[in-house]
């Protein structure tokens, strides 16, 4: 069982920064592949990226590649989300995922594990 609890949302304004994190619970962190979701208001959630067990391999949404980048601390049972150059249409609820297979993260399909989420708002 993986317990996974996310921090750092907020509002920003366009242009600006933000890091979120997820503290996960459990001795096998670092068998499992870990992501970032997003789900905005009224719409369906979707995949902003992923990382392997080892970090040897990421993978993002075009929408958001070169503007976030997803980072992992195995000693700290930790995943974080640095974003960039922020826009309004980010707004949405960031969620954390954590499944054995990297591809179940990247497909959002069969994904085990979810956290209950953070909201992060970006002004204009």
């Known amino acids: 069982q993986v317990q996974l609890v996310e921090s750092g949302g907020g509002l920003v304004q366009a242009g600006g920064s933000l890091r979120l994190s997820c503290a996960a619970s459990?001795?096998?962190?670092?068998?499992?592949?870990m992501g970032w979701c997003r789900q905005a208001p009224g719409k369906e959630r979707e995949f902003v990226a992923a990382i392997g067990s080892n970090a040897g391999n990421t993978y993002y949404a075009d929408s958001v590649k070169g503007r976030f980048t997803i980072s992992r601390d195995n000693a700290k049972n930790t995943v974080y989300l640095q974003m960039n150059s922020l826009k309004p249409e980010d707004t949405a609820v960031y969620y954390c995922?954590?499944?054995?297979?990297?591809?179940?993260?990247?497909?959002?399909?069969?994904?085990?594990?979810w956290g209950k989420g953070t909201l992060v708002t970006v002004s204009s």
């Open positions: 995922a954590a499944d054995r297979l990297f591809s179940s993260i990247a497909t959002m399909r069969g994904t085990n594990y």
């Open positions: 459990g001795r096998a962190f670092s068998s499992y592949a």
